[in-house]
């Protein structure tokens, strides 16, 4: 038998009270928890439809409608952990290479150009302008937070905190009499992480607008449920 809009409403709403609350797994368990009731009910006539809900969960085990939401998790962070490294190391191919050494290139001069002082205050101004980047971000897609397929794909921002730490520290202990094969080895170093964090943070800003892109997609798809 065909289920209703008001009967998949209802098994939606019954998910919701499990705590399932992100939008594209509640679709993910819904489909599965519909195909079960409309078995189940053509199956035995006399069999209710809370009855029908009721078994499908319980059929789930202990776990209940847990391990479809595991399931779901674990295909979208190696979905979009393959689009994320993918699109990092592609800027270390032949197309990109030479604009990378060049940012690498400029941000060394720059320290030999500057003191320590100014290139930090540089730094600091440069690492607002990318807060403020992110904060309007998180404002404008604040809409896309109801789905799984972004909080998976916007995960790789959170770890900006540990790039800007790492790089603080570097550039509180560059000095100019280390040298390396000429270069100095300080200012080397803090060039090399300020030009990954630039490149992971281009990255990430493109992995969050993917999930963006399929959050978008599966609101449209589930307009009329939603």
């Known amino acids: 038998m065909k289920l209703t809009k008001e009967q998949l409403a209802r098994i939606r709403s019954f998910i919701q009270q499990k705590g399932f609350n992100y939008i594209d797994v509640q679709m993910e368990i819904l489909d599965h928890v519909a195909s079960s009731v409309e078995e189940r009910m053509e199956a035995d006539q006399h069999l209710k439809f809370e009855d029908a809900i009721s078994q499908t969960h319980e059929a789930f085990g202990p776990d209940g409608f847990t391990v479809i939401q595991k399931s779901v998790v674990k295909g979208l962070k190696k979905k979009y952990s393959k689009f994320f490294w993918q699109n990092f190391l592609s800027y270390f191919g032949y197309k990109y290479?030479?604009?990378?050494?060049?940012?690498?290139?400029?941000?060394?001069?720059?320290?030999?150009?500057?003191?320590?002082?100014?290139?930090?205050t540089i730094y600091i101004i440069g690492m607002f302008g990318i807060v403020g980047i992110l904060l309007l971000y998180n404002l404008k897609d604040s809409i896309y937070k109801k789905y799984m397929s972004y909080r998976s794909a916007v995960s790789f921002l959170t770890f900006l905190g540990s790039f800007l730490v790492v790089t603080n520290m570097a550039i509180s202990k560059s000095n100019?009499?280390?040298?390396?094969?000429?270069?100095?080895?300080?200012?080397?170093?803090?060039?090399?992480l300020i030009t990954l964090f630039v490149?992971?943070?281009?990255?990430?800003?493109?992995?969050?607008?993917?999930?963006?892109?399929?959050?978008?997609?599966?609101?449209?798809?589930y307009k009329l449920v939603v």
Do not use: C, H, P, W
Not at 98 to 118: A, C, R, T
Not at 178 to 192: D, K, P
Not at 199 to 221: H, N, P, V
């Open 97 to 120: 290479i030479l604009m990378v050494l060049f940012l690498g290139f400029v941000v060394y001069k720059l320290q030999m150009m500057v003191s320590n002082d100014n290139f930090y």
């Open 176 to 192: 100019q009499t280390s040298i390396f094969f000429s270069l100095n080895r300080s200012f080397l170093i803090v060039s090399v």
């Open 199 to 221: 490149i992971y943070f281009i990255t990430a800003l493109k992995t969050a607008k993917a999930g963006m892109r399929e959050s978008k997609q599966l609101m449209d798809k």
